[in-house]
């Protein structure tokens, strides 16, 4: 069984930032590819960020050049620096992960999810 944990959340005011964490625990023979979503209240919940195995990386047009996902495999974590932040950033943000927990078996498993809210 793989297990998510997401952490780093909070309050902070416009402008500032903020590092999310997404610690990965379980029976992992390798992590592939790994998101971060967020959900606002009332919105759909919406694909943030993106890193592939090759470390390739994705952001929506609302977040370029001021988010940057990063990943650790060694520590089986993933990260998520936001800088910049704004009042509409405000949201619960997901990580997602696409992890093989045998050779030839993979799954998609999703943490718990961190609240981040942006307001002064």
């Known amino acids: 069984q793989v297990q998510l944990v997401e952490s780093g959340g909070g309050l902070v005011q416009p402008g500032g930032s903020l590092r999310l964490s997404c610690a990965a625990s379980g029976s992992i023979f390798r992590i592939h590819h790994i998101n971060w979503y967020r959900q606002a209240p009332g919105k759909e919940r919406e694909l943030v960020a993106r890193?592939?195995?090759?470390?390739?990386?994705n952001y929506v047009d609302s977040v370029k050049s001021r988010f940057t996902i990063s990943r650790d495999n060694a520590k089986n974590t993933v990260y998520l620096q936001m800088n910049s932040l704004r009042p509409e950033d405000t949201a619960v943000y997901y990580c997602?992960?696409?992890?093989?927990?045998?050779?030839?078996?993979?799954?998609?498993?999703w943490g718990q999810g961190t609240q981040v809210t942006v307001s002064s």
């Open positions: 997602n992960a696409e992890i093989a927990t045998m050779p030839t078996i993979s799954y998609t498993f």
């Open positions: 890193i592939l195995s090759c470390g390739s990386t």
